[in-house]
């Protein structure tokens, strides 16, 4: 995962000065009409695939867990540590992923605003090429890890 100046200043506003953090995260699909980069800021700046069929607008909600962050890894041998997500699975139910429009292309780590265009986007996973899914098919996005805070 990439993450944005906005993430790595909100996790260390949380670590080292106790900021407050959101209730839930969100992980939301969107298409490559806007790459995201580190300048990021909200998610209304990136293009939402569009909702239905089995995916809900503003993304998957993730709680602060085991389950939903289901690997913690300190990796001593490469001077890292990261988490990771548990495995995401959308199955387009009763027609495709996206309802319409171009597929997802890159998957955004958000706060939980209760405007999804106002949440603030942590980082995102970029994933290669546009992804759709037809009718009962499934779209899983699996060990998304969140690094970058690597030991120098």
């Known amino acids: 995962m990439s993450?944005?100046?906005?993430?790595?200043?909100?996790?260390?506003?949380?670590?080292?000065?106790?900021e407050s953090k959101p209730t839930n995260l969100y992980l939301a699909l969107v298409t490559s009409a806007v790459e995201p980069t580190v300048d990021t800021n909200t998610f209304g700046e990136l293009t939402e695939i569009a909702a239905g069929n089995g995916y809900t607008a503003?993304?998957?909600q993730l709680n602060f867990n085991s389950t939903d962050w289901d690997t913690w890894i300190e990796d001593d041998v490469n001077d890292k540590a990261?988490?990771?997500l548990k495995d995401l699975v959308w199955t387009g139910t009763g027609g495709p992923i996206p309802a319409s429009g171009n597929g997802a292309r890159y998957a955004v780590?958000?706060?939980d605003n209760a405007t999804p265009a106002n949440r603030e986007v942590y980082g995102?996973?970029?994933?290669?090429?546009?992804r759709q899914v037809s009718d009962e098919q499934t779209l899983t996005l699996q060990?998304?890890?969140v690094e970058g805070l690597q030991a120098a």
């Open 3 to 18: 993450l944005t100046n906005k993430g790595i200043y909100r996790i260390l506003g949380n670590y080292f000065r106790g």
């Open 58 to 60: 503003g993304g998957y």
């Open 82 to 84: 990261y988490v990771a």
């Open 109 to 111: 780590l958000t706060d």
């Open 124 to 130: 995102w996973f970029d994933l290669v090429t546009a």
């Open 143 to 145: 060990d998304c890890k």
